[in-house]
């Protein structure tokens, strides 16, 4: 069904890619550095290569979501530069006055358009969320996208959880921030990950209430991220630790380091996809 990707020879700058290779791309969660990814999927697409499954958390579930649709990188990256602080939330105190989740659903239902369901996609895309009610990891392929990626989005202490059949949504970083896994299980025999939170588990020293729990949190999704990523073989690490997650400032910045995280690995990438599936075996190649 979704057999349309024709791989093409060095043209223009392209990669060269072996037509028996299936590529995934786990897309991290990280707040609005997750505008990075949006630069490398300018770079993935410079060099010719088109994904056959995709999965994101969080903000990799929007940008994920956006070019599972059809969304060029282009459009993908005037829609961020469009996007203000207001759009999302106001007057959160967090952990103590989260937003309530619905700003955040509108702004998704608008960006999204008449797109409305995961069937609706060109590209076999899955989005991560968490079930606060269970504590579980739950892989939506189906279903309402705007409440779904909302529910991937909902950090827990910045948004109150949405509420889609009998869940109660909330980041999906929770449990998965960066679904190698999952794009695994897809069916991808080469996944590239794009971490653009990798600094969470590092703490903090200071001893606000809010600087604590941030940290906490990271640090317990750490432990995650170490068990998924072995499920990569390529692993991207954009430079965004000097940005913070909850301004939606310095867009283009953000967008250039995704983009040349990507480009600087342009010949392991070319080595690696060149290769029969059978022989690309771990690489674990961090940018």
């Known amino acids: 069904m979704f057999n349309f990707f024709k791989r093409k020879n060095n043209v223009d700058g392209q990669i060269q890619i072996n037509k028996k290779v299936k590529i995934g791309l786990a897309l991290g969660g990280g707040g609005a550095r997750g505008f990075g990814h949006i630069g490398a999927l300018k770079a993935f697409e410079e060099l010719g290569i088109k994904f056959d499954y995709i999965a994101g958390t969080s903000a990799g579930s929007i940008v994920g979501a956006l070019y599972a649709f059809g969304k060029s990188p282009a459009e993908i990256e005037k829609i961020a530069q469009n996007i203000k602080r207001s759009d999302i939330a106001k ?3 967090p952990f103590f006055k989260p ?3 619905d700003r955040l659903e509108d702004l998704i239902n608008k960006t999204f358009g008449d797109i409305t369901v995961f069937s609706e996609m060109k590209i076999p895309f899955c989005a991560v969320c968490t079930d606060i009610k269970t504590g579980k990891e739950i892989d939506f392929d189906y279903g309402n996208v705007a409440k779904v990626v909302a529910g991937s989005c909902a950090v827990p202490g910045i948004f109150t959880p949405v509420v889609y ?11 998965n921030n960066v679904p190698a896994d999952v794009v695994k299980k897809m069916g991808a025999n080469v996944v590239f990950a794009i971490d653009v939170n990798h600094l969470r588990g590092t703490g903090t020293n200071s001893l606000s209430t809010v600087s604590v729990l941030s940290a906490t949190i990271g640090i317990m999704m750490q432990a ?3 068990q998924t990523m072995q499920f990569a073989d390529m692993i991207f690490e954009p ?5 913070s997650p909850l301004k939606v400032e310095n867009v283009d910045e953000m967008i250039k380091i995704g983009y040349d995280t990507v480009m600087a690995n342009k010949d392991k990438i070319q080595r690696m996809l060149e290769l029969n599936p059978s022989k690309i075996g771990k690489y674990f190649t961090r940018s």
């Open 239 to 243: 430079a965004l630790e000097s940005f």
């Open 165 to 175: 059949e009998d869940m109660h949504l909330v980041d999906g970083g929770l449990r």
């Open 224 to 226: 995650k991220v170490d």
């Open 99 to 101: 937003a309530k989740s």
């Open 91 to 93: 007057n959160v105190i």
